[in-house]
């Protein structure tokens, strides 16, 4: 085969690639709202003041990936059309051992990658987690398999105690407003301290995409400003026992004034860690364990 006729594949080849290419960008372009916030619960983009940027940082990381992906399988497209073997072809093709430039370029390329990933999370990580002087500080606490909300607002101090709320006999579900509900203020900076009072739990509110687990004897923080008034629905996300499906809460992000009515309505002090499960404590009787036991 002459050099002229190879030289002609090879551009076959790269037309393709560019028109595939072409095509996935023309996709893109006609994309439905739920596509374009990457199929994320957040029907709001600033439903909290860190949604947008943990939205914008997992569109891009997908659409990079995208790119990646199809300039890879692109190239090696490329190289199995442009190089097949030909009827006319006799013999055996050139032998190489290695390709230095090569192998350097296919092992740097990565690396880059990796470490412009991980500065980006980085970056993200620490602005989510920064603490703040927060408005508002709740302590969250679950138990099997319900929710426990302490309040602490303009120094009033006011809880919720939650009960569960069990499905309906036949498996259908049950009356959302009988859920435990915990009442945010909008534009106003809050601080969760995320306690358990038995085992593994994790607070999870799809809508504010973020997650953090509760660790008995460890407290944990979530620091966010709701910036939307609406209802929005929570779960714990870790297997916590039979009726972890059943763990369920609503969210309602509401105006001051009605934040504030809310509170209100809700019993004085906080119900702390008195109410954690004491695994040692029998009937207010603590049992000392003997040698080996």
């Not at 039979?242 to 906080?270: I, T």
């Amino acid at each position: 085969m002459s050099s002229q006729d190879r030289t002609g594949s090879r551009g076959s080849a790269k037309a393709k690639v560019l028109a595939l290419v072409g095509t996935g960008a023309l996709l893109l372009t006609g994309c439905s709202a739920e596509a374009k916030r990457g199929w994320l619960p957040n029907v709001e983009r600033d439903t909290t003041n860190h949604t947008a940027a943990i939205q914008d940082f997992w569109v891009h990381s997908w659409i990079a990936v995208v790119v990646i992906g199809i300039l890879t399988w692109g190239l090696m497209l490329w190289c199995i059309i442009a190089y097949r073997r030909r009827k006319t072809d006799t013999g055996y093709p050139r032998q190489l051992s290695y390709n230095m430039p090569l192998e350097i370029f296919y092992t740097a390329i990565p690396l880059v990658l990796v470490l412009v990933f991980f500065s980006f999370n980085n970056t993200l990580e620490k602005s989510i987690n920064k603490p703040v002087d927060s408005e508002v500080v709740v302590d969250v606490r679950a138990k099997q398999w319900s929710w426990d909300f302490n309040y602490t607002y303009q120094g009033t101090e006011k809880h919720f105690a939650g009960t569960q709320a069990h499905l309906h006999t036949d498996g259908s579900e049950g009356a959302r407003e009988e859920l435990p509900t915990l009442y945010l203020p909008a534009g106003k900076s809050v601080q969760l301290d995320l306690n358990s009072r038995d085992v593994i739990h994790s607070f999870w509110v799809p809508a504010f995409l973020q997650k953090l687990d509760m660790i008995p004897g460890k407290t944990n923080h979530i620091y966010l400003t709701p910036q939307v008034e609406g209802n929005y629905d929570g779960k714990c996300a870790e297997l916590c026992g039979e009726y972890h499906s059943e763990m369920l809460f609503n969210v309602k992000v509401v105006s001051d004034a009605e934040f504030k009515a809310q509170l209100a309505k809700m019993d004085d002090g906080h119900i702390g860690e008195e109410y954690d499960r004491q695994p040692d404590t029998v009937n207010g009787v603590v049992v000392e364990h003997g040698e080996g036991e």
